[in-house]
């Protein structure tokens, strides 16, 4: 009975990696044992996390635990949002309609460009001169 009110996932964006556990409950959020308000200081981080869940009206029904790591402060909030719509598809299934229209569900592939040798960095190229 334990393990079937108990919902993971997983969500990754950048070099951020979100594992996201959902339990039935009040409406917590803990971020690597913090509370939400703690951990992501910037208003608009917190309401990237809570959209899945105001969408879906599982605001104050569900507990949401993630362990949070990689990357900053950004890419983890988007890491945190796949997780959580992830894991309420595993909760409700039904509920993949209205996550998918939103966007929730589609993972960001922006990621960092590497750097390419005889140049400065992924782009920028060292000056010409021309004596």
Excluded: C, H
């Excluded at 996390?49 to 969408?55: A, G, R, S, Y």
Aim: charge should be positive.
């Amino acid at each position: 009975m334990e393990a079937a009110t108990k919902f993971r996932a997983l969500g990754r964006r950048k070099e951020s990696v979100a594992r996201v556990t959902l339990t039935p409950g009040n409406g917590q959020i803990n971020v690597n044992g913090r509370p939400v308000a703690k951990y992501f200081l910037r208003e608009t981080d917190r309401i990237i996390i809570q959209q899945p869940l105001t969408d879906t009206s599982n605001v104050g029904k569900l507990d949401v635990r993630a362990n949070l790591s990689g990357g900053g402060l950004t890419g983890q909030a988007g890491a945190l949002r796949l997780g959580i719509a992830r894991a309420l598809i595993t909760m409700d299934p039904a509920l993949k309609d209205v996550l998918r229209k939103k966007g929730y569900l589609t993972r960001d592939p922006r990621t960092k460009e590497r750097k390419k040798y005889g140049q400065k960095g992924a782009r920028k190229r060292f000056q010409w001169t021309k004596r």
